[in-house]
């Protein structure tokens, strides 16, 4: 008998042993992130990739791109004005966010503000009862389908108001206004600061961190934009051009409105900074930013050019569009725009990658950890990516061609990290059929890479080189572009 209960606890613990043995491995664990982050806020901003400025004002009638302050506001008449043609426009541009000159340098309001009546209520238009601001926000939320945000920019510079140039008064007329844009209209995703004024400006002190406390009390989810951030900095120029090495980080400690010492810094971040502030990168579709009779759009091979140093270059694309005297959008930018955008979902629609085989240098917690090639085919560019294994001296990714005798053609290579845990990769390489094409530095939310040709091969291998902790990969992409003509 009691070799009998022997046998049955052997048995029982012989398949509990199995029981424990086949228990699969923990789950691996993402890699801790690379600070500083994005806030929710940036990270969704950054998403938006392109987005539309809309200069209008007294400028539009005059001909004029600096107001002097002294225009009659009986010259602001667009008569023909539609708002819900400009979004109706942005949307079929892919445009996600509008950004309105709500009050230029010359100080004429777009809104009734009930601190000034150099506004819309001392013009014929709409009979002085119009709110070019209302309108506007109406349309976004009407016509946009749910995916068009607003956003203002309320000109320091005001060089029609007396109070410019005595600080306190001043400081308080702007804040009253930003209060009326910021609590009558709605959410508001970014608003727009400069520190520009002419030579002959007054002496001015403004007040930025009172403005900027307001506005997060007023907006908990805006990103608020000027040349020191603290959301979104300005690229350091007005050609929509981002550094070839672009880094979202940088010091803001180095950086002062309206300081132009730092141009070259604000153009290509810092790998060592300790602030997170990507740059945007403005750019009209004229050569004015205000619309003018005889001006035309730029050229789409232009476009596309700044689209690659800007949206390519781990930035956002501002691009001004500037409704004409009429109130609208003329049919040659909306012609213009529509051929950009049929481009951009030319070029990159089709991944050649989908149709090939990935192979890396190693993945985090190996095959089925979560984390392996598989990772950068998906929809998902923030939170699913490719991570190697720690203490690997080589860090590299291959895609190849299932059948080798057709290979494949393309001229544009796409990567891109999955920034919500940091912005990491420092240098890059990419190897078609074993020569060195591309000898890369940053990557960020999208690096674009156009090549001076067509490439016909079998193999592509990116090479990280350097990077702040493990390189993470989150999107590759094989496009072919066929309006490069270098």
Not at 261 to 287: F, H, M, Q
Not at 471 to 476: G, K, M, Q
């Amino acid at each position: 008998m009691a070799k009998f209960w022997y046998l049955v606890c052997m048995i029982t613990f012989l398949e509990l042993s199995k029981l424990a043995i086949s228990r699969p491995e923990q789950v691996p664990t993402p890699p801790l992130p690379v600070l500083p982050l994005p806030t929710f806020s940036q990270l969704k901003w950054q998403q938006r990739e392109l987005i539309m400025f809309l200069h209008f004002g007294v400028n539009t009638f005059t001909d004029s791109e600096r107001g002097t302050g002294k225009e009659n506001p009986s010259i602001f008449n667009p008569v023909g004005l539609d708002t819900k043609q400009w979004v109706t426009v942005a949307a079929e541009a892919g445009i996600s966010l509008m950004i309105l000159t709500a009050k230029h340098h010359d100080g004429f309001c777009l809104w009734p503000s009930k601190y000034t009546d150099h506004s819309v209520i001392s013009s014929p238009w709409r009979n002085g009862h119009g709110d070019v601001v209302q309108e506007f926000i109406d349309a976004v939320k009407t016509h946009g389908g749910g995916g068009i945000d607003a956003g203002f920019y309320l000109s320091p510079w005001d060089r029609h108001d007396k109070r410019y140039g005595h600080d306190l008064q001043y400081n308080e007329y702007y804040l009253a206004q930003l209060q009326e844009l910021l609590t009558k209209y709605g959410s508001v995703k970014e608003i727009w600061f400069d520190g520009f004024k002419g030579n002959e400006a007054r002496n001015m002190s403004y007040y930025f961190s009172d403005w900027f406390a307001m506005v997060r009390e007023l907006q908990s989810s805006i990103n608020i934009f000027s040349d020191a951030g603290p959301d979104v900095r300005w690229v350091g120029n007005e050609k929509g051009s981002a550094g070839n090495s672009s880094w979202s980080t940088i010091n803001s400690t180095l950086l002062s409105i309206g300081n132009l010492s730092v141009l070259d810094y604000l153009n290509t971040g810092d790998p060592k900074g300790t602030n997170w502030l990507p740059a945007e990168c403005d750019v009209s579709i004229r050569e004015g930013w205000f619309w003018h009779k005889s001006q035309s759009p730029k050229m789409l091979s232009q476009l596309l050019d700044i689209y690659y140093k800007s949206v390519g270059r781990n930035c956002v694309m501002l691009l001004n569009v500037p409704p004409n005297s009429t109130g609208l959008i003329s049919e040659s930018d909306i012609h213009r725009l529509k051929e950009f955008r049929t481009a951009i979902d030319t070029i990159f629609s089709t991944n050649l990658v989908e149709k090939c085989t990935v192979k890396v240098s190693s993945q985090r917690g190996g095959k089925g950890g979560g984390f392996g090639p598989e990772n950068v085919l998906d929809n998902d560019h923030v939170w699913t990516y490719w991570s190697p294994k720690e203490n690997k001296n080589e860090h590299w990714i291959e895609i190849k061609v299932p059948n080798a005798e057709e290979g494949m053609k393309f001229n544009v290579v796409r990567i891109q990290e999955p920034i919500g845990l940091g912005q990491r990769i420092i240098k890059h390489e990419i190897y078609v059929d074993g020569k060195k094409v591309v000898q890369g530095t940053t990557v960020g939310y999208k690096r674009l890479h156009r090549l001076e040709k067509v490439l016909h091969c079998r193999a592509v291998r990116i090479i990280v080189k350097e990077s702040k902790g493990l390189p993470l990969i989150s999107s590759i992409g094989l496009h072919l572009d066929p309006y490069w003509k270098p």
